[in-house]
């Protein structure tokens, strides 16, 4: 049986980790340490604090090590207009999905991503979407994942000064 639960506002250091070890899985090397990380456990604090329910961190512990993570699976709710497939508007994102290298293959990805979309499920959530890796992509599709037709473009503005 694997546990799974709610992130807490403590556990942001370690979902921070985490994501660095997503990130280096998906760039090919460890992003280097900087100011992203600090701004991150900031962002995922005052996200895990607030009343609103629009983020859901769901994560496993490591059984060997108390206080520090295997896995985590990450994911935010975002209000659009309503259309014809989607009449409430509601879309879902995923993304951190991790576990760390040494706990894979035990499930605990799996578990924390069949939470998140337990609670989507219970928002109203019906649409979902992610970006996935080669080697995320197996566990997506098992979950009823499909590819989407239609272009996506992206715009990346420079900071603000």
Known sequence: ???VRRAVVGDAAEVVRLR????????GAEPAPGLWQDAARKNLRDRLAEPQD??????????????????????TIERRLGGPANPSGLVGYVF???????YRRRGYSRACLEALL???????VGKIDLRASADGEPLYRSLGF??????????????AD
């Open 1 to 3: 049986m694997i546990n």
């Open 20 to 27: 660095g070890v997503m990130l280096a899985s998906v760039d």
């Open 54 to 75: 629009t983020m859901g961190v769901f994560v496993v512990d490591k059984p060997d090590r108390p206080g520090e993570l295997a896995a985590v699976a990450v994911g």
């Open 96 to 102: 951190n999905v991790v576990t760390d290298p040494a």
């Open 118 to 124: 337990d609670w989507y499920r219970e928002r109203g």
């Open 146 to 159: 499909v590819p989407t037709t239609g272009p996506t473009l992206r715009l990346s503005l420079p900071p």
